[in-house]
Nanobody, 123 residues
Framework: VQLQASGGGLVHTGGSLRLSCAASGFALDSYSLAWFRQAPGKKREGVACISKTDGSTYYPDSVKGRFTISISRDNVKKLVYLQMNSLKPEDTAVYYC???????????????WGQGTQVTVSS
């Protein structure tokens, strides 16, 4: 299982970013896919998850309506996206994609992680 996250950067308050996570080495239909973030001095928290069972998506209240997780498949690449709109300074963090055979779970349950990509939202 390999995950490669990209797409982070610096954006002003109210702006948008789309993070990408290139996935390989496993069948997407058998794994849940999630995005987490970790700000300095804070615990890692989930921001989006897509169920392996039925494709349902889950978001915490802090990002609901602003963040969207989606999957793109073609013959060559499997990509997991996190579209982030109306960004706020409190969204500043390192963002990680993760996957495992479990359904959507807290971060401690995930064994497979991308390397993280920095998102900075300036006020």
């Amino acid at each position: 299982v390999q995950l490669q996250a990209s797409g982070g950067g610096l954006v002003h308050t109210g702006g948008s970013l789309r993070l990408s996570c290139a996935a390989s080495g496993f069948a997407l239909d058998s794994y849940s896919l999630a995005w987490f973030r970790q700000a300095p001095g804070k615990k890692r928290e989930g921001v989006a998850c897509i169920s392996k069972t039925d494709g349902s998506t889950y978001y915490p209240d802090s990002v609901k309506g602003r963040f969207t997780i989606s999957i793109s498949r073609d013959n060559v690449k499997k990509l997991v996206y996190l579209q982030m709109n109306s960004l706020k300074p409190e969204d500043t963090a390192v963002y990680y994609c993760a996957t495992d055979r479990y359904e959507c779970q807290p971060p401690a349950f995930y064994d497979y992680w991308g390397q993280g990509t920095q998102v900075t939202v300036s006020s």
